[in-house]
């Protein structure tokens, strides 16, 4: 039955077609000394972070299947947004200088202050600079998409065809697009001969997670979908995952339940980009343990909120747990001086 359901899934998403950016599958790897350490379940990662080129992330998943449209169709510039230190940014920066594409970034400030002196010039700012991305300045207003859709106006007005690359890639074919990463899942678990019991991964613009429980809903139907909220805005990002899922599913003809949805608060420290304790030191387990580096705004919170789970008994030491690694480690050095690492 699993394999009729994985065909089935591979089918639906091999009618969008797809550019050959992201190298897949990721890896599905064992966590054997993490595990170990917190003496709970069987831990496994599952390394987004190694979709390729630009420094990887699960971005670059999504934007294989939304870009395609946008080669196929004649445009010649891509745009998009985020904060500073935004690894959204990043791949969409990099996906364009690989295609040969301009590419123009609204750069959001306001949202939170510069944690550090090498926040604005290090990591993923350094990069966007690097792969030719044109930056624009502009202030947070708390709509993720009103100044990239300006700005690409303004663009179109110039006599440019810009493509609109949603804030995280996040609307329904980049969470249908993510399904992909549990149907690799559920090829990897069989081939381990596991069964995943729960997939725990960071959770902000919404569309990772979308594709997660929509993918999961058909290839690994007995599995939790976990979302951490990496936020502080719990609510308004199961909102949007329950959008993003409920648009993926009509484009993969399947259904889903929006009861099944889970973003789980209280781990996101005191705002969106500010690092606390369990920040930290979910960074270091990570690395001290399993060579893994996470970064301080999106994966190892997602890392903390999996260990205070696990710590809180939610699953048994026979379970089998996978936490995705969303990918980031570039922003790390832009936050060096604060992590006391």
């Given amino acids: 039955m699993t394999k009729e359901r994985i065909s089935r899934l591979r089918r639906r998403l091999d009618g969008f077609g797809r550019l050959g950016l992201a190298e897949l599958p990721t890896p599905l790897q064992p966590l054997n000394r993490l595990s170990a350490h917190l003496g709970g379940p069987r831990l ?13 992330g699960n971005k670059l ?19 998009s947004g985020g904060v500073v230190q935004s690894n959204s940014q990043r791949q969409v920066a990099a996906a364009a200088a690989k295609l040969g594409l ?54 179109a007005a110039n006599g440019r065809k810009p493509f ?26 069989a081939a381990f001969g596991i069964s995943p019991r729960a997939v725990v991964h960071c959770s902000g613009s919404g569309a990772t997670q979308a594709g997660l429980a929509v993918g999961a809903a058909i290839c690994l139907p007995e599995t939790e979908i976990v979302g951490i909220d990496i936020d502080a805005e ?9 959008l993003y899922a409920a648009e993926a599913a009509a484009l993969l003809e399947t259904e889903f339940d929006p009861g099944s949805i889970e973003v789980v608060a209280g781990h996101a420290g005191p ?9 930290i030191d979910a960074i270091s387990l990570a690395g001290r343990l399993e060579a893994l580096t996470l970064d ?36 790390l050095f832009s936050y060096q001086s604060v992590l006391g690492i």
């Fill in 61 to 79: 998943r999504k934007l294989d299947f939304v870009l395609k449209r946008a080669l196929d169709e004649g445009y010649d510039t891509l745009v």
């Fill in 164 to 189: 609109v690359v949603p804030y995280g890639v996040s609307d329904g074919l980049g969470a249908a697009g993510y399904a992909s990463a549990a149907l690799e899942i559920a090829e990897q678990s």
């Fill in 234 to 242: 719990p609510e308004r990002v199961r909102a949007d995952v329950v």
């Fill in 296 to 331: 301080p705004v999106y994966s190892a919170k997602g890392l903390a909120g999996l260990i205070a789970l696990v710590r809180a008994g939610r699953w048994s030491a026979e379970d089998d747990v996978v936490f995705v690694h969303t990918g980031g480690s570039p922003a």
């Fill in 271 to 279: 705002a969106y980009g500010v690092p606390h304790r369990a920040t």
């Fill in 44 to 56: 496994w990662v599952k390394r987004e972070d190694c979709t390729g080129f630009g420094f990887g």
């Fill in 102 to 155: 301009d590419c123009h970034l609204a750069v959001y400030h306001g949202r939170l202050e510069a944690p550090t002196p090498e926040y604005e010039q290090s990591g993923n700012a350094l990069l966007n600079r690097l792969y030719g991305a044109r930056l624009h300045d502009v202030p947070w207003t708390g709509d993720r998409n009103r100044a990239i859709g300006d700005l690409a106006a303004g663009l």
